[in-house]
DNA sequence: GCCGCTGTTCACAAGTTTTTCACGGCGCTT
DNA sequence: AAGCGCCGTGAAAAACTTGTGAACAGCGGC
């Protein structure tokens, strides 16, 4: 469930816009909207919001009761509170200073309201946003404790099992099986660094290994057996191998002989 | 200067709109433009393209020489090679299904050709692109991560990586791999000891070398190669090298052998 | 004991980085 | 003007890293 914060003072475009943004499964479930039609009322509830009911994404009408700077004053509020909020503009004036300045202000988005298809332009977008943040911020919320994600990466840390793009890591000796432990060890560890480079004596610590005895053979050959792994899962064309080599994904430092996460963030097409 | 990748068929956006993209200072200084007007040609020149020459962003039209997928090809190799490069669509076909697959795949924006001022809203969002792409940069891990900077120069103590004017250092030798450590940990020690030269028996005291068997010249070499990285990454053209001649940059202390960093911010504001 | 699996080690080729060498140029001194 | 020392440079040699396949050891189940 996505929690969007909705100001616009017009009633019929909240007609228009509500059931489609209420109904669309952003993340899989309804919505909880927060509907206002004055800046003054928004600009309450954000002061008045506790951070656990904090809005996933914010909707603002640019202009509100007739006031030009309506839009923007709520922006600030809402950037003073959480500056990392995805705040998507939707505004009939669209191409004018107004969209300038939000732009300017770092407004994710700003939609114009006259055009093709609006609604579902507007969901197209809201999705884009959370996702984005999703991979801007290494977890999202609800299941921050026991999922470590990043970018098409998704650890979970209770069973211990690692997906890429929704695939199961599977371990490149024999595709039945899962990723072996101590590979896994090794990338959720590079993840919670990233993106820090993580070196062999840092592995062997985090192992509990005898940093003198844990040679760098090993670590090497751990992180072949990640790398295919992850490529495998990706479709096994050896695309995150060549991303690797560009420094995205698990990179070499050629620094004492360290690796990094380097999160890449794409989606292969169907 | 940013460098804008772009992908366009046909002759008429082509003319309406790169006036206001090559002149529009989006970071203090004209752009490069490489235009395409094949979907092919984009990919071999993506292909071709080595590191130092990245471009800072990409423009794409969705539909090329009559195919839904041209734009989306040509986008896929350009998240291969550079996973992080913001990506905007530009066509005559908002609020279609191009548009929702052009999000689902990561796109950062889809820009409908067919609206009121479309130039300005252009260069806004390129430059609200290109401004998060530099929050980003910065502040991936804001509060943890260490960075030196002086002038144009920036240098990401964590993940040991150099950027002049937020492009990354290359290695000279080799334009698609990172600087190589020593340099980098040289450039690092003159920056911190900026405005004080660096004798050779220091750099060899900081990395940890016996100053009696480390010559001059290999610091000597060590220098050129930074010095080339950097004017590289300032686009090839020896303003830095003549700036260092000049005394600023990597400046020759010819007293006593040593180098010195001398801040050099001659590029105009922002 | 035998089997299958995992983690470790070794050896080597390919590729990178660092160091060395030789030379031309510049400025200063003799 | 010749000699000297020092800087910048290109090329080549030397030293080191990285990725990789194959072999080996340990372990637990059967």
Redesign the interface.
């Known amino acids: 469930m996505a929690r969007i914060f909705w100001v616009e003072d017009q009633s019929h475009w909240i007609d228009k816009f509500k059931q489609v943004l209420e109904e669309s499964a952003f993340d899989g479930s309804a919505n909880e909207l927060s509907i206002f039609k004055f800046a003054e009322a928004a600009q309450q509830k954000i002061a008045l919001t506790d951070e656990c009911k904090r809005p996933d994404i914010a909707l603002l009408d640019a202009r509100i009761n007739g006031r030009d700077e309506g839009g923007l004053s709520v922006f600030n509020a809402l950037m003073r509170k959480w500056p990392d909020l995805p705040v998507l503009f939707l505004s009939e004036h669209?191409?004018?200073e107004l969209?300038?300045v939000a732009?300017?202000h770092?407004?994710l988005?700003f939609i114009?309201k006259h055009?093709?298809?609006?609604d579902?332009?507007l969901c197209?977008?809201i999705?884009?946003a959370l996702?984005?943040r999703d991979?801007?911020q290494t977890a999202s919320g609800a299941e921050k404790d026991r999922v470590l994600a990043s970018g098409d990466l998704r650890i979970d840390i209770d069973n211990w099992e690692a997906y890429w793009k929704g695939r199961k890591l599977m371990n490149p000796a024999n595709a039945k099986r899962p990723l072996a432990p101590t590979p896994r060890k090794i990338l959720r560890c590079l993840v919670e660094r990233s993106?820090?480079?993580v070196t062999t004596n840092q592995i062997a610590e985090h192992l509990g290994l005898d940093p003198d005895t844990y040679a760098h053979a090993t670590y090497r050959q751990h992180v072949k057996t990640l790398r295919t792994a992850i490529d495998r899962a990706d479709g096994g064309n050896g695309?995150f191998l060549?991303?690797c080599q560009?420094?995205?994904g698990i990179a070499t430092?050629?620094?004492d002989g360290a690796y990094?996460w380097k999160r890449?963030?794409?989606?292969?097409?169907k």
């Open positions: 669209s191409g004018t969209e300038k732009l300017e770092h407004a988005d114009s055009q093709r298809n609006v579902e332009v197209w977008r999705k884009a996702r984005q991979v801007r993106p820090r480079p695309v060549q991303q560009n420094g995205f430092c050629r620094e990094c890449c963030s794409y989606s292969e097409s």
